[in-house]
């Protein structure tokens, strides 16, 4: 299929009944802000032994382009996964026809609503997150930090044991860090990030330590401990001031309870815990826990120290990040940068060509598909074309269907082989910084005949190639000026 022959409208909506990839639709368990969860069923094959659950996510055109991107991350990490602690992965679809993950679904409610009945009684908060951190000691692995640790992203066994849900804000550490390359902002959920993520460091386990002690500080007093902050400078808050101690809110709360949910939101990773498993461990044997200063505390630090606190945190740098497992030795990235909208189809295929033969050359070399989604500098963004459907889907569709035979020809599985969409308004400009901020080694382009007007104002490819830190190869039509 070439990308003229991509389908002109959005996808119809999903119904009960209806039969996607050989899944019927059985019944729509949850309609999100950024997908559905459907109940479904195999209309043939072998039985899978547990009940299985699609999600889909709401494509309509002017959604976050995170949204899609973390969809992306989702589909890429859960096949990696395994063990009682996940959901178990069955399938996913194309973005070409409909995008979905099918994996087991996990009876029951997330922790979500226990919320509503903080404060809890401590040995049974206790054993919350004991197994929660059971959860995270096993995810972390097999190299993955979940990076998006909440109540709601937290589920049950009927034997007890925790199931982590929800991987579309997920690093792995041996797979490209999606988010991390095509996103400056922090990425989480305001109340339950780290001081690390707020400075842009999402591959250290020790974040998700952080966040199951802000979920137990609000589990144990009714409170959240940095309130919930909806800018970046109220997410910096947390970097130099105290939550107050849990004992001044409850004073029925233990001294050994107080002393882990603080040991857990130091400010520094290498204050913490430094393992999944430790925690787990004095969570289940409170009574072996050495009570320090943490303990004691009944009240935030005074003035002094907290301008103290500031001082450092404004020009502070993030630690380097302890990793969930042994990195791998760095390849190169190749960078493809494709204009499927504006190129003809004989320079796209010049392109894929020469893109295929530099990766064939590096055997660990991974291939980034770049595309732009020009945006106006001042007015009202097209979001969806004429049909209704969402322009920045439609380009990640059309640099699959560009990239579908080097896949092929190669053998790329996940992780050598990514697609981004940037949205900026000037092109070459977008370029050269996704190049920066991700390590590009090499970019591969293409470049239409010249002009006159062309020559005056010069043309991506010659910005590229002028400012760009890597080498870059610019492709041009057989007979191009």
Not at 84 to 102: F, K, L, M, S
Not at 301 to 328: I, T, Y
Request: proline fraction near 8%; aromatic fraction near 6%.
């Amino acid at each position: 299929m070439t990308p003229a022959s991509h389908p002109s409208g959005p996808a119809p909506a999903l119904a009960p009944g209806q039969v996607l990839d050989g899944f019927r639709l059985e019944e729509r368990l949850h309609q999100g802000g950024m997908a559905n969860l459907w109940r479904v069923s195999r209309i043939e094959g072998a039985d899978d032994g547990f009940e299985l659950l699609m999600k889909v996510p709401r494509i309509k055109g002017g959604e976050d382009p995170a949204t899609i991107v973390g969809f992306e991350v989702e589909q890429m990490l859960m096949p990696q996964l395994s063990g009682p602690h996940v959901p178990r992965y069955v399938a996913r679809g194309d973005w070409t026809r409909q995008a979905y993950i099918v994996m087991e679904r996990i009876p029951g409610d997330t922790l979500r609503p226990r919320l509503d009945d903080a404060p809890l009684d401590p040995d049974e908060l206790a054993d919350i997150g004991a197994r929660v951190a059971t959860a995270l000691a096993a995810l972390h692995r097999q190299h993955v930090v979940h990076l998006d640790v909440k109540p709601s992203n937290i589920m049950f066994r009927p034997d007890g044991s925790a199931v982590l849900v929800d991987f579309g804000l997920s690093r792995h550490e041996q797979l490209p860090d999606l988010l991390e390359e095509e996103f400056t902002l922090p990425m989480g959920t305001g109340p339950y990030m780290s001081p690390e993520q707020v400075q842009f460091v999402r591959n250290d386990p020790r974040s998700d330590l952080f966040a199951l002690g802000v979920m137990l500080y609000h589990l144990a007093t009714g409170e959240r401990p940095f309130g919930q902050p909806t800018s970046v400078r109220g997410l910096r808050r947390r970097l130099y001031v105290e939550p107050v101690p849990p004992r001044a809110i409850r004073p029925d709360c233990p001294k050994w309870l107080q002393e882990v949910i603080l040991h857990c939101l130091e400010v520094r990773p290498d204050k913490r815990y430094q393992s999944a498993a430790q925690l787990a461990l004095d969570l289940r044997e409170p009574q072996g826990i050495a009570l320090t200063a943490r303990a004691e505390k009944l009240q935030t630090s005074g003035a002094v120290r907290r301008l103290k606190q500031w001082f450092f945190a404004l020009g502070a740098e993030p630690e380097p990040a302890v990793p969930p497992g042994e990195q791998l030795a760095r390849s190169p990235i190749i960078m493809a940068a494709v204009d499927a909208d504006n190129a003809s189809p004989e320079l796209l295929g010049l392109l894929r060509e020469t893109a295929r033969r530099i990766v064939q050359t590096e055997p660990g070399a991974r291939l980034a598909c770049v595309a732009i989604m020009k945006t106006n500098r001042i007015g009202i963004d097209e979001l969806t074309d004429k049909h209704g459907q969402s322009v920045h889907v439609k380009q990640l569709i059309a640099l699959r269907h560009w990239a579908r035979p080097i896949s092929k020809s190669l053998a790329l599985e996940d992780g050598r082989l990514t697609f981004h969409v940037l949205e900026a308004p000037d092109a070459a400009d977008a370029l050269i910084d996704f190049a920066r901020r991700n390590g590009v080694d090499h970019i591969v382009m293409g470049a239409r005949g010249a002009s006159a007007l062309r020559r005056y104002l010069g043309s991506v490819s010659s910005q590229v190639v002028a400012q760009a830190d890597c080498t870059v190869t610019v492709v041009r039509e057989r007979g191009a000026d």
